[in-house]
């Protein structure tokens, strides 16, 4: 079994372009916008600057992936055979708590834990993007610190603490938005807590 798996790389800058912006033609009289997800020709550029589409080929396949091009897309992608299958079998389980919103016996609105699991790799993800992308910069020596529990709301966005081995103090990233996926962070709201450990 075969795992195609698209990427953030177009063939040309004109393919993002139409990916992102759409494609306009001539209709009789009129102009007819089609396809697209809502972006204007200036926003690639940056996206391109920032790091988040690239044009050309991607440099970081992995072993024995058959790059292709997304034909109405200009965008790549590329298969791996039962890469996927294999690492998820190994792959360990994470307990975490799952906070719900549930109504209690007074009819008032609260939230409730229930137990939650997720992938090692998914954790993994997680915790090393929220220590390069946000909490780096601070002098934090990490060592001194436990693995970080996680919290989820309605696994809509969690919730990253790491407690001091020995003060109990604590350094939280909370309202952390994630790719269910791949545990990349979209965006996190703050981190708090004492940094003069």
């Not at 204007?40 to 396949?61: F, N, R, T, V, W």
């Not at 919290?151 to 020995?166: G, N, P, S, V």
Request: proline share 3%.
């Amino acid at each position: 079994m075969s795992l195609m798996i698209g990427t953030s790389n177009f063939v040309t800058r004109a393919a993002a372009v139409a990916y992102y912006c759409g494609t306009t033609r001539q209709l009789g009289r009129h102009k007819v916008r089609s396809g697209g997800l809502g972006y204007k020709a200036s926003d690639i550029d940056a996206m391109i600057a920032d790091g988040s589409i690239s044009i050309g080929e991607p440099a970081d396949l992995p072993p024995g992936a058959v790059l292709s091009v997304i034909k109405d897309e200009g965008r790549y992608q590329y298969t791996v055979k039962e890469a996927k299958k294999s690492i998820l079998a190994r792959d360990s389980w994470v307990k975490c708590e799952n906070y719900v919103q549930r109504y209690d016996s007074n009819w008032n609105f609260v939230w409730q834990p229930e137990e939650f699991k997720i992938r090692r790799s998914f954790y993994d993800k997680l915790v090393e993007n929220a220590l390069k992308d946000y909490m780096s910069g601070f002098g934090i020596d990490w060592n001194q610190y436990f693995e970080p529990e996680i919290a989820f709301f309605d696994e809509i966005c969690c919730c990253l603490r790491w407690k001091h081995k020995q003060s109990d103090k604590e350094i939280a990233l909370t309202a952390i938005y994630y790719d269910d996926k791949t545990g990349d962070i979209y965006q996190a709201g703050h981190n708090y807590g004492n940094l003069e450990l």
